[in-house]
């Protein structure tokens, strides 16, 4: 899933970069296309923070261990 997200920021990087060399200036289609970068990191970020969570979760947990005696 992660993946994924870098390869959609790539993607549109590299999209808002040829549109820059096409036009020579700043235009509203590379407005568009900040806007979906940015979602998309945030998008990064919330998926990093899940993952972290987890593994936090995961390294805090104790291990439950039944003595018999």
């Known amino acids: 899933m992660i ?3 870098y390869k ?3 993607s549109l990087e590299f999209r808002w970069q040829s549109e820059y060399e096409q036009s020579g200036k700043y ?3 590379m407005v ?3 806007n979906a970068i940015k979602n998309i990191i945030t998008e990064i970020k919330l998926e ?7 593994e936090n979760k995961i390294r805090n947990s104790a291990p439950e261990v039944s003595v018999a005696t």
């Open 3 to 5: 993946q994924d997200l």
């Open 8 to 10: 959609q920021k790539r």
């Open 27 to 29: 235009t509203l289609d």
């Open 32 to 34: 568009e296309i900040d």
């Open 48 to 54: 990093e923070s899940k993952i972290a969570e987890r």
